[in-house]
T-cell receptor, first 113, second 115 residues
Framework: GENVEQHPSTLSVQEGDSAVIKCTYSDSASNYFPWYKQELGKGPQLIIDIRSNVGEKKDQRIAVTLNKTAKHFSLHITETQPEDSAVYFC????????????FGQGTRLTINP | NAGVMQNPRHLVRRRGQEARLRCSPMKGHSHVYWYRQLPEEGLKFMVY????????ESGMPKERFSAEFPKEGPSILRIQQVVRGDSAAYFCASSPQAGDNSPLHFGNGTRLTVT
């Protein structure tokens, strides 16, 4: 089955700097890759997703890149702000049928003012 | 437009008791997923249901765990004879349909503590 590895497990950056979180996946049939942000005591919130027919997607300060050949994808947050502090999860699944997301282990991002 | 609603938010059970977790999907959503999150870990898929049907329960433990999504009312995740290892956060997600362009929207979870 699918296996998703996520790095780093913790990341601390200065406010205004960029943050990059990387994930690798094992199943070449996976074609949907969402990123979730989880704040303390809350459920995961979808922040951006990418499908395998696209190499990059941007939404304001957030971007995701996908390298299908190498089976890895990355989340980029630019101009970080204190409210970006949270745990971020990558996930992978096949679009067809049930969305059985396989999650990475999470990255705890801390933005230092 | 209310999001996915889960209750209770916190549930404490003694070993051997039953836990019942409820999930009301977003309005118009007929697909429900349950995931479990152990401390400091990612979420793990448990079960996928449509109204009155279990579609995929490959992530559910074979014993003590069951799920339903009746025609009327919320989806229920039931854990019988709880053990300490069942302590976790249980999240429900819903989507309007399976497949493309249907991202999962998660509730805020039920945190189960087994004493």
């Amino acid at each position: 089955g699918e296996n998703v590895e996520q790095h780093p497990s913790t990341l601390s950056v200065q406010e205004g700097d960029s943050a990059v979180i990387k994930c690798t996946y094992s199943d070449s049939a996976s074609n949907y890759f969402p990123w979730y942000k989880q704040e303390l005591g809350k459920g995961p919130q979808l922040i951006i997703d990418i499908r395998s027919n696209v190499g990059e997607k941007k939404d304001q300060r957030i971007a995701v890149t996908l390298n299908k050949t190498a089976k890895h994808f990355s989340l980029h947050i630019t101009e970080t702000q204190p409210e970006d502090s949270a745990v971020y999860f990558c996930a992978a699944s096949k679009i067809q049928g049930a969305q059985k997301l396989v999650f990475g282990q999470g990255t705890r991002l801390t933005i230092n003012p | 437009n209310a999001g996915v609603m889960q209750n209770p938010r916190h549930l404490v059970r003694r070993r051997g008791q039953e836990a019942r977790l409820r999930c009301s999907p977003m309005k118009g959503h007929s697909h429900v997923y349950w995931y479990r999150q152990l401390p400091e870990e990612g979420l793990k898929f448990m079960v996928y249901l449509q109204k009155e049907n279990i579609i995929d329960e490959s992530g559910m433990p074979k014993e003590r765990f069951s799920a339903e999504f009746p025609k009327e009312g919320p989806s229920i995740l039931r854990i019988q004879q709880v053990v300490r290892g069942d302590s976790a956060a249980y999240f429900c997600a819903s989507s309007p349909q399976a497949g493309d362009n249907s991202p999962l929207h998660f509730g805020n979870g039920t945190r189960l503590t087994v004493t």
